[in-house]
T-cell receptor, first 112, second 114 residues
Framework: AQKVTQAQTEISVVEKEDVTLDCVYE???????LFWYKQPPSGELVFLIR??????QNEISGRYSWNFQKSTSSFNFTITASQVVDSAVYFC?????????FGKGTRLSVIA | KAGVTQTPRYLIKTRGQQVTLSCSPI?????VSWYQQTPGQGLQFLFE???????NKGNFPGRFSGRQFSNSRSEMNVSTLELGDSALYLC?????????????FGSGTRLTVV
């Protein structure tokens, strides 16, 4: 079965704190892709990152970083020095040989 | 380049009516997928179209249908609306099938059934 678990339903942090959003996935496919999307109140899903199953390199993009570990089936997302504009719902998603499978999302609130 | 355009943004319908939602993908993208988002069920896959053919279908009743035109624009239709169909309907376009190069989502159509 293909499944994505985001155990954190809601997280609240004070501006400038670092925050990590957890994502654990299940798949029997050997080739798959992992994504993170951000959904602000406007509703649109904004693409943040894509990672394929053969590339376990961590990635940093500005204040964002991602840690992909196949051994633990995790693809965690860290925001450094959070800002109020980071407040949104964040979704982790898995693309095996079927359509995107989304986690339930983590609602992040950054308080000024 | 223009993003994924979904129309209308908001819609209120009465139980039993039918509704048609439209999605224009990014120019050059041939794959269009539809997702339903509700607070209880989260994001659920409805169907995927590629080159005017439905390639994959999620676990939704036959009241949900769709199609894709030769210009890659897609429509989805829901007949005999039920209160539980109230949701945000998101369309995503991709250059290729199954979105391995990534999906770009539209802003969605928020459907309220009363």
């Amino acid at each position: 079965a293909q499944k994505v678990t985001q155990a954190q339903t809601e997280i609240s942090v004070v501006e400038k704190e670092d925050v990590t959003l957890d994502c654990v996935y299940e798949t029997r496919d050997t080739t798959y892709y992992l994504f993170w999307y951000k959904q602000p109140p406007s509703g649109e899903l904004v693409f943040l990152i894509r990672r394929n199953s053969f590339d376990e390199q961590n990635e940093i993009s500005g204040r964002y970083s991602w840690n992909f570990q196949k051994s633990t089936s995790s693809f965690n997302f860290t925001i450094t020095a959070s800002q109020v504009v980071d407040s949104a719902v964040y979704f982790c998603a898995l693309l095996p040989n079927t359509p995107l499978v989304f986690g339930k999302g983590t609602r992040l609130s950054v308080i000024a | 380049k223009a993003g994924v355009t979904q129309t209308p943004r908001y819609l209120i319908k009465t139980r039993g009516q039918q509704v048609t939602l439209s999605c224009s993908p990014i120019s050059g993208h041939r794959s269009v997928s539809w997702y339903q988002q509700t607070p209880g069920q989260g994001l659920q896959f409805l169907f995927e179209y590629f080159s005017e053919t439905q390639r994959n279908k999620g676990n939704f009743p036959g009241r949900f249908s769709g199609r894709q035109f030769s210009n890659s624009r897609s429509e989805m239709n829901v007949s005999t609306l039920e209160l539980g169909d109230s949701a945000l309907y998101l369309c995503a376009s991709s250059l290729e099938r199954q979105g391995r190069t990534g999906y770009t989502f539209g802003s969605g159509t928020r459907l309220t059934v009363v």
